[in-house]
């Protein structure tokens, strides 16, 4: 057993891990390259850390690979970043099967360009009956034009006479949301020392507990998921209620 696991209680892992993937470029520019030299150096990170996550049982790990914000940048970056999706994902697809990962995507898929929305979706079909782990992609991604769209969708539907503005609720809302089929997220990780959410699950991080650390992306390894899951299983998660009442169903 890897020596790290010994000091993590596997009854208490979080079920749904997203990570903020940061600090690519400062990576690559500290070795005086290229920012997509860090991206390109970002793989073993994505597989370490859904690697850990399967490991110690934690089904659901959503990552931040591409947001809304990050169409705005030099038309070489995009470009490298959508390639490097488009042939990671092709060349891990035997991985993904050996290891039980069941690929999805949430975002604005349909902005991306078409040969990287065939991959996605021909990854997403193949993996489909995998079990041990589910693993998004969040592509084009921004939790306020999620929002925004959710809303659009239950107007539309109210204006039908399809959803009654009385019976909306939060799981009508979640319902409308691209995580329609995940559950909230428990623990937040973002690398780099950027403390911030930046338009990333809002409304499913509620109640996460948030994990920063100095690490650069292209640096994350096995043990340091680790360690940001013994620094989550040190907190109390009390949803609202008082400490007395925690392990009680006062
Ligand atoms: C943030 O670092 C990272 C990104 C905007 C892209 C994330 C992409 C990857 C990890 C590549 C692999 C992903 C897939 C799905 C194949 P940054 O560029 O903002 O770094 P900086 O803050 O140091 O500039």
Redesign the pocket.
Known sequence: MDEKLRGINLNNVPRHIAI??????????KQGMQ?VF???N??T??RQAVEASADIGTKFIT?????TE?WN?PKL?VDA?MS??I???RKELPDFHKNGIKVNSIGATEKLPKKAQRVLQEVIHETRNNSTITLT?A?SYGSREEIVNAIKNISKKVVNNEIDVKKIDEKIINNHLYTFNLPDVDLMIRT?G?QRISNFLLWQMAYAELYFTDV???DFRKEHLFDAIINYQNRERRFGKTSEQIGTDV
């Open positions: 903020i993937m940061d600090g690519n470029g400062r990576w690559a520019k920012r860090g991206h390109r970002a793989l990170a994505v990552l931040y690979a591409f947001s990050n940048r970056e970043l490097l999706l042939n990671s994902l992609f592509l780099s950027e650069l992306w292209p």
